[in-house]
């Protein structure tokens, strides 16, 4: 199955990891990948509920249904098989990378020691860039009351190509009003030790004015200061391998939230994919989930090649990435289980087509069919929220399909993963309308 949007699309794959490695090389970009970043399941030995809120938290009409398994008994393999299932995939998206390329994978502490040995054998320990520490949570609750530190950390393990720079952003701290100076030209600064700075670079400080010098004679850095959004003055320092300013999803705002489980914050995405990539690039997350790569990847201007076993992240993903505009083609690779929508409607009054059933559905579109592509033409998706917007329910007719009593296809996507499709002519759209509309009247007719 190919459902395309216009040129310059993303790559959604309903498939193994392995799958979207396929794809990649089929299209010609094996060694051309800047990035691959995965956020595979974590050896956490549960399985993952997605909840699809109909009518926002004050209602609490909610769908939920099971997302993927993350298990890992003894029974199962254990730990063993964990690592049977993620190295070769590691391996093989490895393979994707180009020269200046890197792979991240996020893990947290049951797993992200053993990945970096198998990223060792893969790239090799040169090949280590970094061990980022994200905290996701705050230290709150049973993590704050349990008997050890509270594990609110996840890490993200970054190993590099040969040629692989990364461009670590910067972030304003505020500084205590008393460490504030300001220079002969009014200009506030703070400032700190010299540190290891060599004389030649105090020198070359110096001849830009940074270099404070006390009334002993100690040399100080000057750091210029700026003000932040709230107007208070911030010393500007780059961003280290500890990243405590990006907050948890549950703080981002509620239209974020798809609702998907393990959804990550875009603004993490974000950061890695700009100090990593240049516009243009192309980013590979083969455990997609809601596809939150593919969004920050979109927004950047970066192509993003997604791919995840579940039907519950492809459903969601999907949704996602058009309601951020964002232009698609989703492949179906042949082993994966698609649930079966039953009971799609649709009718024809005038030239607006209408959505009968599912009532409520995560998204829908209508399209053209041919070899078994289909080709959206028009689509709609409920857009969470605090009060979630449902999907449109009603489309014009696609242009010059009534005159012709063309055939209409249209597809539906459920919050379970579910699909279903309906084909017949406009006509036969049209009776639909009349059998329900005379329906309607025997309702009528018996009250
Ligand atoms: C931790 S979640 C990813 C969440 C994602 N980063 C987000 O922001 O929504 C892990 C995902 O890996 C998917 N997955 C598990 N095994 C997979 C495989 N072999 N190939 C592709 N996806 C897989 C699961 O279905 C799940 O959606």
């Given at each position: ?136 949570a705050p230290n709150l609750g049973r993590q704050a009351a349990s008997s050890q530190f509270g594990r609110t950390l996840d890490t993200i393990v970054v190993y ?288």
């Amino acid at each position: 199955m190919d459902f395309t949007g216009t040129s310059t699309r993303h790559s959604l794959v309903h498939g193994d990891a392995l799958d979207l490695v396929e794809l990649v090389r089929k299209e010609g970009l094996e060694g051309k990948v800047d990035m691959v970043y995965v956020d595979p399941p974590y050896a956490s030995d549960r399985d993952y509920v997605a909840e699809a809120r109909l009518d926002g938290p004050a209602d609490g009409r909610a769908l939920r249904t099971l997302a993927y398994e993350d298990r890992w008994s003894r029974e199962r393999g254990g730990i063993g098989a964990y690592l049977d299932m993620l190295a070769p995939r590691l391996d093989a998206l490895a393979r994707l990378l180009s020269p200046r390329g890197t792979i991240w994978v996020h893990l947290d502490w049951r797993a992200a020691y053993l990945v970096r040995t198998i990223l060792d054998e893969i790239l090799g320990r040169d090949a280590f860039k970094n061990e980022i520490v994200w905290r996701r949570a705050p230290n709150l609750g049973r993590q704050a009351a349990s008997s050890q530190f509270g594990r609110t950390l996840d890490t993200i393990v970054v190993y590099g190509r040969e040629q692989a720079t990364l461009r670590p952003p910067t972030r304003l701290e505020p500084i205590d009003p008393s460490a504030i100076r300001w220079d002969e030209e009014g200009r506030p600064f703070t400032s700190a030790p010299r540190g290891d700075y060599t004389d030649a670079s105090i020198e070359k400080l110096e001849a830009e004015g940074r270099v404070h010098r006390t009334a002993t004679g100690r040399v100080y850095i000057k750091y210029f200061l700026v003000k932040n959004s709230e107007g208070v003055l911030c010393r500007e320092r780059r961003v280290d391998a500890l990243w405590t300013d990006v907050p948890p999803l549950r703080h981002s705002v509620v239209s974020e939230r798809t609702g998907y489980p393990t959804q990550k914050p875009r603004a993490l995405l974000e950061r890695i994919i700009a100090c990593a990539t240049d516009p243009g690039a192309v980013v590979v997350d083969a455990f997609a989930g809601s596809g939150t790569t593919a969004v920050a990847a979109h927004a950047l201007g970066r192509r993003a090649y997604v791919s995840d076993v579940s039907p519950v992240a492809i459903a969601v993903a999907r949704a996602r990435l058009l309601r951020e505009g964002a232009p698609l083609e989703l492949h179906r690779a042949a082993e994966v289980s698609q649930p079966k929508m039953k009971g799609v409607k649709v009718e024809v009054r005038g030239d607006r087509l209408r959505l009968v059933a599912p009532a409520e559905p995560l998204a829908w579109a209508v399209g053209t069919e041919e070899d078994g592509v289909f080709r959206t033409i028009w689509h709609s998706e409920r857009v969470p929220g605090k009060k979630p917007i449902p999907a449109v329910m009603e489309a014009d007719l696609p242009p010059g399909s009534a005159s012709s009593d063309g055939g209409l296809h249209v597809r539906v996507f459920g919050d379970d993963g579910s699909v279903g499709d309906w084909s017949g002519t406009v006509s036969e759209a049209r009776a639909g309308a009349r059998t329900r509309a005379r329906g309607e009247d025997r309702t009528e007719a018996r009250r």
